[in-house]
């Protein structure tokens, strides 16, 4: 009998353990990331990204590809491209730069990361291919492994992000729809507090009262400001001036440009070798 019952307790034990390796094996599989159907292999992994920064720059250096973050808890991933992966990965590595973008967007992969940190993801290079074929295989990727954290399931997010037709609508309706800031009487009052008993310097006074300018002044004045002032053109074939309330009636009577009257003006020089073009003069 006691035979019986050590026999039956080696073969419990193993039956057992083998119930337990089938239960982690399985649990393996349903979490695996890799989709069985395709196999990718990577070209190259780093398992510990947060220690192997400098290593995954310098492999990178001025390289174009696809890579791959994968959680190691989860197993879910995000498939990127790049041009350069090194330029692209000092991005991932800036905590700055992940906080702002997780403002400005909706991006998953920055907030994981932000989250979980860079020692619990592992980085793969999936593929270093040619600039002109990059979106193509990032779009091979991402309909072979599905990436949970990609948002956009269309590649080209990397090459500049494009609203669509219907984005764009929703984009402009609520900019419509926004109301303008209105400052409440408690704000207008602490405004007004703060400006009480400032004492203005006796420069900024006779700024504040106006400047009498030289007629030089006036002249680069008025052509700083040339689309509203007033020219007179002259022919000095017949000796006529005609008087133009603005640049632009002088340009249209010219044939020309208001930008080309103002750079004549600024010359002195003769128009079509006939024509002088001034400021008006009040």
């Not at 860079?118 to 980085?123: G, K």
């Not at 948002?151 to 419509?176: D, M, N, P, V």
């Not at 009480?196 to 030289?214: A, F, P, Q």
């Amino acid at each position: 009998m006691r035979v019986f019952y050590r026999f039956y307790s080696r073969w419990r034990f193993l039956f057992q353990t083998q119930e337990l390796f089938y239960f982690f094996w399985d649990g393996f599989l349903s979490n695996c990331y890799i989709n069985y159907f395709s196999l990718v292999v990577p070209v190259i992994s780093y398992f510990d990204p947060d220690k192997q920064k400098l290593e995954i720059y310098k492999d990178n250096n001025k390289k174009s590809g696809i890579y791959r973050w994968v959680n190691k808890s989860s197993g879910k991933s995000y498939i990127g491209s790049a041009l350069n992966l090194s330029r692209r990965f000092t991005n991932y590595y800036s905590m700055s730069f992940l906080i702002k973008e997780t403002k400005n967007s909706n991006s998953i992969i920055y907030k994981a990361l932000l989250k979980y940190g860079y020692s619990n993801f592992s980085l793969e290079i999936i593929e270093y291919c040619d600039p002109n074929i990059l979106i193509e295989r990032e779009q091979y990727y991402i309909d072979q492994l599905k990436p949970e954290y990609n948002i956009l399931k269309t590649a080209g997010s990397s090459a500049g992000f494009k609203h669509t037709e219907a984005s764009i609508e929703l984009i402009r309706a609520t900019a419509l729809s926004r109301k303008p800031r209105i400052i409440s009487e408690e704000t207008k009052s602490k405004i007004s507090a703060s400006l009480l008993g400032r004492t203005l310097s006796k420069e900024t006074k006779l700024k504040m009262k106006g400047r009498i300018h030289t007629a030089e002044a006036k002249s680069k004045i008025g052509i700083s400001n040339y689309k509203v002032q007033a020219v007179t053109v002259t022919n000095n074939q017949t000796g006529v001036s005609i008087d133009f309330t603005t640049m632009k009636k002088a340009a249209e009577f010219l044939g020309t440009s208001s930008t080309q009257v103002r750079n004549y003006i600024k010359s002195k020089k003769l128009y079509k070798g006939i024509f002088t073009i001034t400021i008006k003069n009040d």
